[in-house]
């Protein structure tokens, strides 16, 4: 089991920063094969925002972040994160970061493994 514990959310005007963090414990180190940042806005369905494999740090960004979000990782502390420059109000959403144990692909969802229980971003206009 992987638990996922995410923190840095938060109320920020549009063109701020925020860093998002996300701590992984349990059986982590041979259980991890990406981690991932989605995120869910009211009436809308869950959609992915970046993504790091674990191994290489390779990363990969949804087009509307890119250039503005850059994901992170610290191996030696099991936690992931998230900068998010720029910020514009469309980025107001639930954001969850989530494990994928094995290999799959980055941006679907239902290729992940274990959740955390979100934290919520707004940017006001």
């Known amino acids: 089991q992987v638990q996922l514990v995410e923190s840095g959310g938060g109320l920020v005007q549009a063109g701020g920063s925020l860093r998002l963090s996300c701590a992984a414990s349990?059986?982590?180190?041979?259980?991890?094969?990406?981690m991932g940042w989605f995120r869910q806005a009211p009436g809308k369905e869950r959609e992915f925002v970046a993504a790091i494999k674990w191994s290489t740090a390779n990363t990969y960004y949804a087009d509307s972040v890119k250039g503005r979000f850059t994901i992170s990782r610290d191996n030696a502390k099991n936690t992931m994160y998230l900068q998010m420059n720029s910020l514009k109000p469309e980025d107001t959403a639930v954001y969850y970061c989530?494990?994928?144990?094995?290999?799959?692909?980055?941006?679907?969802?239902?290729?992940?493994?274990?959740w955390g229980q979100g934290t919520q971003v707004t940017v006001s206009s």
């Open positions: 989530a494990v994928c144990r094995n290999s799959g692909s980055y941006y679907n969802p239902y290729d992940y493994n274990y």
């Open positions: 349990g059986r982590t180190t041979f259980s991890i094969y990406a």
